[in-house]
């Protein structure tokens, strides 16, 4: 078996998980949304790419700089017009509405671009020698631009002014009040940073998969598998659980197919829910 070559791809596809379930993590840890539309989100990144690239045939790195900024509009119009008026109430109020949302965003997307797929064969192709295995170039820019923009965020949650604002409105939204933050102003900031990142994503794995308005769905579960293991609301937990959810995931594809490959994650979820409901990592921790 080759463990070493498995290895690698397992950690390449981490990376992705990983810059998805942090934006999802970062809204649930400062919100308490749990936002079933951020996968469509990340559709909406990729088929946008493809539209971008093929049809107004506009350089990949236009796609990259553009559509995080297009999806954190669109998450930006989702907090202004409807979370933010229910955020306050049940939180299944919120889990009902971005379910709502998700379903208004999948069928757009089928009527912009249709039920079909949709890839970007000739973009990035090639792959790049490394440590003896022949890397694909998509895979190794997806894994270092996602693992970047991931740590970036983490960095300026933890460096910044304004990231520690939004630390405290997550951890003491009463405190931060009384220290003058703006607790609305941060929730817009932090949705549409996530939606961001889930566009990103969108952008990054279009190179390499088929996309299709369902695209989202694929791998939205799979960032709530993530988050759910590295614990909910924990920023390094959700990275550290990404990059293992990945390496399980290819190596169980593997042995035993890819279907289950992609089982064992929601079995691991199952587990985890079952011995440790708080996660992995941390014990409740939030962003």
């Known amino acids: 078996m080759p463990v070493f070559e498995l290895l690698v791809s397992g950690i390449l596809l981490g990376g992705v998980y990983a810059l998805i379930a942090c934006g999802l993590n970062l809204i649930f840890g400062v919100m308490r949304v749990i936002n079933f539309a951020h996968g469509d989100l990340l559709a909406v990144g990729a088929l946008t790419t493809v539209s971008v690239v093929v049809g107004y045939h506009m350089p990949y790195i236009v796609a990259l700089i553009v559509v ?3 999806t954190a509009a669109l998450g930006l119009a989702m907090q ?4 933010r008026r229910i955020i306050d109430g049940p939180m299944v109020m919120s889990l009902l509405a971005t379910f709502a949302i998700s379903m208004i965003v999948v069928n757009v997307s089928i009527l912009i671009w249709g039920g079909g797929f ?3 064969p000739d973009v990035l192709s090639g792959s790049l020698p490394i440590l003896g ?7 190794l820019l997806a894994f270092l631009v996602a693992m970047g923009a991931t740590a970036g965020v983490w960095w300026f949650l933890q460096s910044t002014r304004y990231g520690k604002a939004i630390r405290s409105v997550s951890q003491a939204p009463e405190l931060a009040v009384i220290s003058g933050i703006s607790i609305s102003q941060v929730r817009n900031v932090t949705f549409a940073l996530g939606s961001a990142m889930a566009g990103l994503a969108g952008v990054l794995l279009a190179p390499t998969f088929a ?7 694929r791998f939205g579960v799979k960032a709530f598998a993530v988050i759910i293991v590295g614990g909910m609301g924990s920023y390094p937990g959700a990275m550290a659980a990404a990059l293992f959810m990945g390496i399980l995931e290819v190596f169980a594809g593997y042995l035993y197919g890819q279907e289950f490959g992609a089982a064992t994650l929601f079995l691991v979820m199952l587990i985890v829910l079952v011995v440790r409901p708080r996660g992995l990592f941390g014990v409740g921790a939030r962003t």
């Open 118 to 120: 949709h890839g970007l």
């Open 133 to 139: 295995l022949h890397i694909p170039a998509a895979k």
């Open 80 to 83: 202004l017009l409807v979370i």
């Open 211 to 217: 996309s299709d308005a369902q695209l989202g769905t």
């Open 68 to 70: 995080p900024i297009l």
